[in-house]
């Protein structure tokens, strides 16, 4: 290809590729602007500490849906919508863990330490 300008295609290109990109962000805002988008939730954080005798792999489920093993949600925290909640934290060969919360404004923190069933 020659130096110098560019064939008219790659102009009229370049030009649909922004009108293009424009015309998605105008219709993006316009969606957002009349409510077309997705509701924005009041949500906290919830917190959780384990006692290192408790194991990392216990299952962690929060209204009675599973969340994942008691590490990783130590470890990330979970988005709580406002309201009350069931946590679980379970394991065989341990009594299970219940609370039942309620997240308002502030973020939530449970302590949890599962207990082992004595043979």
């Not at 990109?21 to 805002?29: E, N, Q, R």
């Not at 065989?92 to 609370?99: C, I, Q, R, T, V």
Request: hydrophobic fraction near 45%.
């Amino acid at each position: 290809m020659k130096p110098g300008r560019p064939k008219t295609g790659t102009v009229v290109t370049a030009w649909l590729a922004v009108g293009g990109t424009l015309a998605f962000v105008a219709a993006i805002a316009l969606a957002l602007v009349s409510g077309c988008g997705p509701a924005v939730t009041p949500a906290v954080t919830l917190r959780v500490e384990r006692a290192p005798s408790t194991p990392k792999d216990a299952s962690v489920t929060i209204d009675e849906q599973y969340i994942g093993p008691l590490a990783v949600v130590a470890a990330r925290g979970v988005r709580l919508p406002l309201g009350q909640h069931r946590i679980s934290v379970e394991k065989n060969g341990y009594f299970p863990y219940d609370a039942l919360v309620t997240s308002d404004r502030d973020d939530v923190l449970l302590r949890v330490k599962l207990e082992p069933v004595p043979d």
